[in-house]
């Protein structure tokens, strides 16, 4: 019978049992403890000694892409430096030297925009400030975000050479900054040209596609008549059918649809498509007063038709014939602003364009050159043409850079396009105005599309076409005989490795449909276009000479040297006359300063000797696609004739809880400060290395909260390790051979885990990393292996074989698990690594992962223990049953009957102590195949069933287990043997 209560006051053995022991707190703490750990790591200055400790190495450099120093950090900028860090810092533990230089971009816009701000405020006039002055201030703004923000990315963990980043704005990288732009010249790449650009009216400079936002925008569509003035036959295209037809369409309009009108005065052509069927309509009958009247004809696209007339509100149309693309390639019109302001008086030609569809709105697209890449495409293809029949191919300058219409816009002079805070001007108004008065308008609406913003200042954008300084994507470069740049870079993207893969097609479609490269700004802070342009020839200035001054003046004063009185003569006066040359005044585009960056950082031996050129991998946000990969791939093409990177890794962009964008407006913005303040920083990295970076990634509260609750179950893990170890001896480590097969397969999996670990690094597979090493310590350990294995840790004697092995392998998962998670849980591993091995010196950053055997891995055994494991789940899921209802409290109370039917697993357990592996007192096996009703089974073990029982005899003082040998040992009265043995050894160990 069962005796668990003598009537005697049981003896407190707790003393007696080897129980965890460890300072480590349950409670991490990390706001508060994470910063010591950033000051001892910079007292030992522990990036110093990753470099001296990997000097011999490998090198693997992943180059960082600049933020903007112009603001606090925001939760993009945590994820993608946190990414870099993971890359970095793991691959130092794979046995490179992984040194990582971060830095900052710091000319352009954004800086200059917000010293103009604080100039309005004190009713300051920029253009009465010295331009050197200017530039001054601009860069001690710069420098000050430099600095705050230097302070937040190390306290996300990110290890670095925080004390020697690169800075666009420094001498040395102004100077090579232009060395670069000056071999672009030298090469022939580099030219002054005219076609249309985005431009921003606000910031009064032109933008690049790169910053570009696209935003809902409300734009004012109209339907405009353009009056036929001439039909020709053309060539081999069926004369006598195009001569019939003239008498149709004398008096009919071609009927254009435009989502711009302020563009009107600058038209000077409509394009067609000979892929679409036009015809010749009438409106037979319409409102009175109505601007689409009874009687006129139009020429339209078949598909648009209807819809146009419904626009235009015509109650009844008829369509009176084919108009085929022979006769539009004939074909002009009148201006429909003829006459106004004495302007307009031209012939308008009619021109075939691929651009043309028939989707949306009438299937002629009126054409403006200096306002569309397509219209200037087209026009430029056209020129020649137009030009033998007489036709005034100069594309007019029609707005200016203040958004104000030129007298190149005569009669509508003083209306505006956009104002200076991005808003309408009356130019619309203007020219529909004046459009309703010539009888050209057939109808008008509001279409809601998305429309190009600049990122900076969020205000709409226009196409303006300028005089800018290009990159030419598709003339042969000088020196390489059939090679351009578009060749190059296409070339350059096959050779490239990407993460994910599908950014390689991404970046090619962008390489391959690109215009030229756009390089001038016409702002003040930034780096000069160093050019001079000879004013008889209007040829660049190739000579070296010159451009050593001017990169020799950079190096010992700043790019401020060009804006300094007397350059100019400074430069050239000593081989050429200043008075014969133009000294350029624009500056280079931000994102062709950072796309040289692989000059002036990765091949700066010097001052980076741990750097590589090409760079191992950039890795930033997918809009850098379009952004930083983009310039910088374009740059070193240019330059070197390949990538700047052998691979590229590319993440997605932070959205709420609930996958929405965030703004400040919705109220749904997670600062990465604030998760650090109440969480720490370890949380925010855990975050990322769980979440696939490959898409948008979610962060909210609850997503918070999952990751605090990943972390607390890691952290109780080790904490139990930690306070195991304390009983750990190097001398009685346990050989493989020799030890227990539940410790065998515990190395087999670390075997198996260190291959799968070290590839995922190698792969860039965080979330792979977190699920797997998430799965095995929570699963495999807590809930297995060390649940089976406390009692022999607890309770066996000192001499104890399994209580060896088992501290045996606890060591090795210590070692394994704090060097896995170390690039990820950078503070936690480190406190973990010091509990257990103080000293100054000591750091888990300053390992490598361990080495494990690959003699651990044995598949055979760990087939075996599938079937072991699948017996005991049938025993506990029949003991959780008897606990829900109430019949046992602990499964040691339990001594179950397993029936097993399946030969297998009888085979797997027959050596082995069920009633260990299943945590019970005791446990009886039947393998004569009569299952009791009653008998618990599981669906997917089959052959298995497990009637419970409760255990027999008294319970063990000291292991709580319940067993009828207690008492048998008379020194010992109320413990097992086994505990009675342990407590003989303790006594004579004197413990």
């Not at 399994?802 to 990820?824: E, Q, S």
Request: hydrophobic residues 40%; aromatic residues 10%; proline residues 5%.
């Amino acid at each position: 019978m069962t005796d668990t209560a003598t009537g005697a006051a049981e003896t407190d053995y707790s003393s007696t049992l080897f129980l965890p022991e460890t300072e480590f707190p349950m409670r991490a703490g990390l706001p508060d403890r994470e910063p010591g750990w950033l000051k001892r790591w910079d007292e030992m200055d522990i990036y110093a000694l990753q470099r001296e400790q990997a000097k011999d190495r490998p090198l693997f450099t992943i180059h960082d892409g600049p933020p903007y120093a112009n603001g606090n950090i925001h939760i993009g900028h945590a994820l993608n430096k946190t990414l870099k860090d993971l890359v970095s810092r793991s691959m130092q533990m794979l046995g490179y030297n992984s040194a990582y230089v971060p830095g900052w971009d710091c000319h352009g816009l954004p800086i200059e925009w917000k010293i103009e701000e604080q100039y309005r405020a004190k009713g300051k006039d920029k253009n009465e400030v010295p331009v050197v002055e200017f530039r001054q201030e601009c860069r001690t703004f710069a420098e000050q975000w430099v600095d705050v923000q230097r302070e937040e990315f190390k306290r996300l963990g990110i290890l670095g050479e925080w004390d020697n980043p690169y800075l666009t704005m420094s001498f040395d990288a102004e100077a090579q900054i232009a060395r670069e732009l000056m071999k672009v010249a030298s090469t022939g790449q580099l030219y002054r040209g005219s076609k249309p650009v985005m431009w921003s009216v606000v910031e009064r400079t032109a933008l690049a596609e790169a910053e570009i936002e696209y935003a809902d925008y409300e734009s004012d569509a109209i339907w405009v008549k353009f009056p036929t003035s001439h039909i020709a036959a053309t060539a081999g295209s069926g004369v006598d059918d195009n001569i019939a037809r003239r008498e149709h369409l004398t008096g009919a309009s071609v009927v254009i649809w435009t989502t711009t009108p302020w563009t009107i005065p600058a038209n000077r052509a409509i394009s067609f498509s000979s892929k679409v069927a036009y015809g010749l309509y009438e409106v037979t009958k319409a409102p009175d007063g109505n601007w689409a009247s009874t009687g006129e004809k139009y020429v339209l696209a078949d598909n648009l038709a209807a819809e146009t007339f419904a626009k235009a509100k015509v109650e009844e149309f008829v369509r009176l014939q084919d108009v085929p693309p022979a006769v539009l390639a004939g074909l002009t019109c009148h201006h429909p602003l003829r006459g106004l302001g004495d302007g307009y008086d031209f012939e308008v030609p009619l021109l075939d364009g691929e651009h043309v569809t028939d989707d949306a709105g009438t299937g002629f697209v009126h054409t403006a050159p200096g306002h569309g890449l397509d219209d200037f495409g087209i026009w430029m293809d056209s020129a020649r043409l137009l030009g033998e029949k007489g036709i005034d191919t100069a594309i007019p300058y029609v707005v200016g850079d203040d958004g104000f219409y030129t007298n190149e816009a005569p009669g509508l002079e003083g209306a505006r396009v956009i104002d200076d805070n991005g808003k309408k001007g009356d130019a619309n108004n203007r020219v529909i105005a004046a459009l309703a008065e010539r009888n050209a308008m057939v109808a008008r609406g509001r279409v809601k599309h998305q429309y190009p913003h600049s990122w900076r200042s969020k205000k709409p954008v226009i196409f303006r076409n300028t005089p800018q300084w290009f990159v030419y994507m598709d003339r042969e470069i000088e020196g390489a005989a059939g090679d351009t740049l578009r060749h190059r870079a296409l070339k350059a993207i096959d050779a490239t490795k990407f993460y994910p893969a599908a950014g390689q097609n991404r970046l090619r479609a962008m390489i391959a449909d690109r215009p030229d490269w756009v390089l001038s700004r016409q702002r003040a802070w930034g780096v000069p276009i160093t050019v001079f342009v000879e004013k008889a020839t209007q040829k660049i200035l190739k000579d070296e000479a010159v451009n050593h001054r001017i990169a020799q003046s950079f190096e010992e004063e700043g790019a401020d040297a060009w804006y300094k009185p007397g350059a100019a003569a400074r430069y050239l006066s000593q081989s050429r006359n200043p008075d014969d040359f133009e000294m350029v005044t624009d500056v280079l585009d931000v994102w062709f300063d950072s796309g040289t960056t692989h000059a002036w950082v990765l091949r700066n031996k010097q001052k980076w000797p741990h750097l590589k050129f090409p760079a191992s991998m950039y890795l930033e946000g997918s809009d850098q696609h379009r952004g930083w990969f983009h310039s910088s791939l374009l740059e070193s093409c240019a330059t070197n004739g390949h990538a700047p990177y052998e691979s590229v890794l590319t993440h997605g962009f932070t959205m709420d809880g609930e996958g929405r964008k965030m703004s400040k407006s919705l109220g749904n913005t997670v600062a990465p400060q604030d998760i650090i303040k109440q969480y720490g920083a370890d949380i925010l990295r855990l975050w990322v290395a769980s979440s696939d970076y490959s898409e948008d990634l979610r962060l909210g509260k609850e997503i918070i909260q999952t990751t605090v609750d990943s972390y607390r179950k890691l952290r109780n893990t080790l904490r139990w390790l930690l306070g195991n170890l304390a009983h750990y001896q190097p001398s009685d480590e346990v050989r493989f051979e020799d030890m227990p097969e539940l410790e065998r397969l515990m190395l087999h999996r670390l075997a198996q885990l260190d291959e799968q670990v070290r590839t995922a690094y190698k792969e860039y597979d965080y979330r792979k990393i977190v699920t797997l090493l998430g799965n095995f310590m929570n699963i495999e350990l807590s809930a297995f292996y060390f649940d089976i294995r406390k009692d022999a840790l607890y309770c066996d004697p000192i001499s104890s074989v399994t209580r060896k092995a088992t501290l045996t392998v606890l060591n090795h998962l210590f070692d394994c698990l704090t060097a896995w998670l170390a690039p990820i849980l950078v503070f936690t591993m480190e406190e973990v690594w010091l509990e257990r091995y103080p000293g100054a010196g000591s750091s888990v950053h300053l390992r490598l992962f361990p080495e494990v055997p690959a003699d651990w891995l044995d598949e055979d055994l760990a087939d075996k223990w599938q079937l072991i494991r699948a017996v005991r789940r049938v025993v506990t899921g029949a003991l959780e049953v008897e606990r829900r209802e109430k019949r046992i409290g602990s499964s040691l109370e339990a001594a179950p009957k397993v029936f097993i039917s399946d030969a297998r697993y009888t085979a797997a357990i027959h050596d082995l102590d069920l009633a260990e592996i299943s945590i019970t007192s005791a446990i009886t096996i039947d393998t004569t195949g009569d299952v009791p009703a009653e008998a618990f089974q599981l669906d997917d073990v089959p052959g298995v069933a497990v009637v419970p029982a409760l255990a027999q005899g008294t319970r063990c003082a000291r292991s709580w287990k319940i067993l009828p040998e207690v008492g048998s040992d008379p020194e010992y009265p109320d413990v097992s043997p086994r505990d009675a043995q342990a407590l003989r050894e303790r006594a004579a160990a004197g413990l």
